[in-house]
């Protein structure tokens, strides 16, 4: 999890349900990402396109239970599915993105698929912290990243997988 991400996380705790990460004993060092379970991997090389859909609705189930929570505890569970099922999310997405691109320019298209995984790191924490300022409620801020799933969602809906992947078996790239 990124810093800023951390941050995020700690001031939503702080400021909607109470929790201190301080009286949990936590250094604000902790690197949170160290805790994460990561199943799912096993999955990955039979990603397909209803993996993506199926990451978008899962994603935005996650971020509209956030916007419910009320207590530590549900805090803590939110915390726990994210950490089972980030990493296979993300496993599954380079895989399902291997699998449609020419081995032998492997090395662009993953350049590419970097950028716009450094971008989005960018775009969840604006558009959360443009919501935050113009509301004031983290609540109303964690449920507005449900339209950016569905963005993805909308985007991977006009992915024609089986095409690209002939093109890729054909090397018509």
Known sequence: MSAVGQAQLHIHAKTN???NFSQLALDDDVDLSAARVRVGGVEAAGADEADGHADAVL??????????IQTATQFFVLGAVVGL??????????????SMIPAEASAEFYGFYTVFSKF????GPWGFAIVKQAT??????IL??????????????????????????????
């Open 120 to 123: 989005s790191a960018m775009w």
């Open 17 to 19: 349900i109470g929790v």
């Open 144 to 173: 507005s990243l449900v339209f950016l799933f569905l963005a993805g969602l909308l985007l991977l809906s006009f992915v024609d997988v089986d095409k690209a992947r002939r093109a890729r078996e054909s090397r018509a790239f």
């Open 59 to 68: 994603w935005s189930g996650v971020v509209i239970y956030a916007y419910f």
């Open 136 to 141: 004031g409620s983290s609540r109303l801020a």
């Open 85 to 98: 099922v980030l990493g296979g999310s993300q496993a599954l997405s380079r895989s399902f993105y291997g």
